[in-house]
């Protein structure tokens, strides 16, 4: 196996262009819930890419190339919050880049024990799987076809990939000339996905003369965060109906629960709370740090309030 000779530190301005493209569809955004699109990546590992192509192929040179953790390569692969495709590119110690994209049809999961055949990049239709190879000035200009083999893959939190092993076959700018290639990727053990819980207490509290309630419960959490738990009290009463906000933060820790109260601010409203059954609502949430989400969990329940 020969090792491919450095031709600079920046990939050329198409293989910049897709890759731009892919990393911001690639990019783990900080939301309620991981979204469709989205993904998270990492740093493998152990990882190899070994590629030849049949002699005058543009992107191996009609060489044989071999690349692995052992020998200070830098393996990141990033999979589609879907699992619809992956993406793995390669950093040589001298800057070299190769990139490799693979999907399957829109709207399917890379399947392990799976060959995609027709591919097409980046002139796919939805029904189409697509390939692309590409490397530190080295490109398809008009785009590639081909096929590929997901021998192994699996998931974990969000979607991540865990696991890859993959075998593809690339034809550039319709030549009939091919690269074949096969990639293998193990990530490092992911943190636990943040797990919460929320319990609400089955009686509050509400000044004698009557004004704002005091709720409160509890949350669980398997990992260190700040949990804000927010929600609504509601009573009906003979004259109406009083209704009010309330929020809170606590820290959290795993190993046991961590209580929380909550008393709404002072209302405008002309009705007190007063003595009685009241319906609460609430809503845990905090930040996963490890993954870039939020995680919620709500909860309700028919409360008694007591004066206080």
Not at 52 to 72: L, N, R, Y
Not at 210 to 215: E, I
Request: charged share 15%; proline share 7%; with cysteine.
């Amino acid at each position: 196996m020969q090792r491919t000779a450095s031709s600079g530190d920046t990939i050329g301005r198409r293989l910049a262009r897709a890759t731009a493209v892919l990393a911001a569809a690639l990019t783990l955004v900080a939301t309620a819930g991981p979204l469709t699109g989205t993904a998270s990546a990492y740093a493998a590992d152990s990882g190899s890419l070994t590629f030849s192509g049949d002699p005058g192929e543009k992107i191996s040179d009609g060489q044989s190339h071999q690349f692995t953790t052992d020998a200070g390569d830098a393996f990141d692969v990033s999979g589609s919050n879907d699992q619809n495709s992956v993406f793995v590119q390669v950093l040589t110690p001298d800057g070299n880049r190769w990139a490799l994209h693979m999907a399957a049809p829109d709207g399917e999961k890379l399947t392990s024990g799976t060959t995609y055949t027709g591919t097409r990049w980046p002139y796919a239709a939805p029904a189409d799987p697509e390939l692309s190879f590409s490397g530190t000035d080295r490109d398809c200009m008009t785009g590639s076809t081909g096929s590929f083999t997901i021998s192994n893959i699996s998931f974990g939190p969000y979607n991540s990939v865990r696991a890859l092993d993959a075998t593809f076959e690339q034809y550039c700018d319709g030549s009939a000339l091919a690269l074949r290639g096969e990639i293998h990727a193990v990530m490092p053990e992911p943190p636990a996905a943040l797990a919460l819980g929320l319990t609400l207490d089955p009686r509050g509290t509400v000044p004698a003369r009557g004004g704002q309630p005091t709720v409160g419960g509890t949350v669980t959490c398997n990992k260190p965060a700040q949990v804000t738990v927010d929600g609504r009290v509601t009573q009906v009463q003979k004259r109406g109906t009083v209704s009010n906000w309330f929020k809170t933060t606590v820290a959290c820790l795993p190993g046991a629960p961590v209580r929380w109260t909550a008393t709404p601010a002072d209302s405008q409203d002309a009705l007190p709370f007063q003595p009685g059954p009241a319906d609460l609502s609430a809503t845990a949430k905090a930040d996963d740090r490890d993954y870039g989400v939020t995680v919620t969990t709500s909860q309700s329940a028919v409360v008694d309030l007591t004066r206080a």
